[in-house]
């Protein structure tokens, strides 16, 4: 039939015009573009695919890019509460997924999509001017992020603003050791407001604040995402796991828990921080105000060539248990400010490395009140300092108990507990540990009730 006037053929052009395009994006992201090179050869040498990879994930339409050589050189952003629902299952409607798998890209930001990432080689800039994260995911739930290797990350590797569920897998964040001498390095991965997400076998190497879950009230706009602050509380920013992780050389804190209740790190492993660090390699803080961070727990986990091992500042009901700690600068656990919080069966060995005349100490605690310490054992330096002690109680500390405890080696005292601590208890059966000891008990509170 031909065209009844001049409107119907310029319908007609514009209707033709669309469909090349929509066939851009199919032959694009459909099968037809011959499989690149390898994920870790120069990605630089692909085209730019960021418009109509762009273009295609805003039709809504569901995408599976397989074994692609892809590169993105600005980051994608997509927001799915701009995008109508699709009809995708059977008559009923539901938002499209995307999946990427054996691709090679640099920056993907990607807000409310079921999404998952599989076996991805992401390049960064290597500069701190550089896009946000690497992986940048925004109010999505249960996403999937497996097999991720990101190199360079201009900030953050994987950033996981206030999403739910999310499973990131055996990934890999990894800077050059170049930008960590400059100290131009990030956080490898880092929760804001998430809940019930798991982090499981990742490595990250020459980082700065490794592994990292925070509520609203430790971020700002640099913290959290461009022009957003996170709007989750502790109280909310709630039940996160992190499991067999590790970091190898770092300059803040490995694992890091700033704001959030139910937290768990088991088995992870820090190794090898900066020699200018003044940071604990696993550290739990509670907001200056408001609700404070509660229940979170480090399980078998250890600290290695670090300043301090295990800290807890602020909060309550906090628990370290069967980790330990091997060559610390300054301490091995330290409890401040902190309520009802527990050390059990915990070593710190080869503590108080550095010669300051501070307090240094295998196990600190100070301003805390109602925490145990029970069957743990450690051992000084050889070449300690001589403020050095096994257990140290510090001032306005009360109502601590003090279990079993025995010791390896010769530290100058076993157990310091100061003037302003008053009423703290400490087992008979623990005498013991502090006899190896030049001093094994210092107590100028004359108030320690000891327990039988």
């Known amino acids: 039939m031909e065209p009844s006037n001049e409107k119907d053929i310029d319908r ?96 993907l930001q990607m807000t409310g999509i079921p999404v998952s990432l599989k076996n991805i080689t992401i390049f960064c800039s290597g500069t701190v001017e550089g896009p946000f994260a690497a992986v940048h995911l925004r109010h999505c739930h249960n996403a999937q992020l497996e097999n991720v290797v990101i190199r360079d990350p201009d900030n953050y590797g994987v950033l996981l603003y206030e999403c739910d569920g999310v499973e990131v897998n055996r990934c890999r964040v990894d800077n050059s050791k170049e930008r960590y001498d400059a100290d131009q390095v990030g956080t490898a991965i880092q929760l804001s407001g998430c809940s019930a997400t798991r982090v499981v076998g990742c490595r990250a190497r020459f980082s700065n604040f490794t592994y990292s879950v925070i509520g609203k009230e430790f971020t700002d706009n640099a913290e959290s995402s461009p022009g957003e602050l996170v709007r989750r509380d502790v109280s909310e920013t709630v039940g996160n796991v992190f499991r067999d992780c590790s970091v190898d050389w770092f300059r803040g804190t490995a694992f890091n828990v700033n704001g959030a209740n139910f937290t768990l790190f088991e088995g992870c492993i820090a190794t090898n921080q900066h020699p200018d660090s003044t940071f604990a390699a696993f550290q739990v803080k509670h907001p200056n105000n408001g609700l404070k961070a509660s229940h979170n727990r480090f399980e078998s986990c250890s600290a ?146 000891w327990n039988r």
């Open 12 to 107: 007609m052009n514009k209707s033709c015009l669309r469909m090349v395009g929509l066939v851009l994006c199919v032959s694009l992201l459909c099968g037809t573009v011959p499989r690149q090179a390898a994920a870790d050869e120069n990605v630089q040498q692909t085209a730019d695919h960021t418009a109509a990879l762009t273009a295609a994930l805003q039709s809504g339409n569901p995408i599976r890019l397989d074994g692609l050589h892809l590169r993105i050189t600005q980051p994608i952003v997509l927001d799915w509460s701009q995008v109508s629902l699709v009809d995708v299952d059977g008559g009923h409607p539901s938002r499209s997924s995307i999946t990427f798998d054996g691709v090679a890209a640099t920056h």
């Open 304 to 449: 290695q060539d670090v300043f301090s091992g295990f800290y807890a500042q602020g909060g309550s009901r906090n628990s370290f248990s069967h980790c330990n700690t091997l060559r610390t600068q300054r301490f091995g656990f330290r409890l401040n400010f902190s309520e009802n919080c527990l050390i059990t069966n915990c070593t710190a060995d080869d503590f108080a490395m550095r010669d300051e005349q501070t307090v240094n100490g295998g196990f600190v605690i100070r301003q805390s009140n109602g925490c145990i310490i029970d069957n743990c054992t450690g051992s000084p330096y050889a070449n300690c300092p001589p403020t050095t002690a096994l257990i140290s109680i510090e001032r306005d500390s009360s109502n601590n108990l003090i279990g079993n405890f025995t010791a390896s080696g010769q530290s100058p005292t076993g157990i310091r507990i100061d003037a302003k601590a008053p009423q703290n208890r400490i087992s008979e059966s623990s005498r013991g540990g502090f006899d190896s000891a030049v001093q094994p008990v210092l107590d100028e509170s004359n108030s320690t009730i």
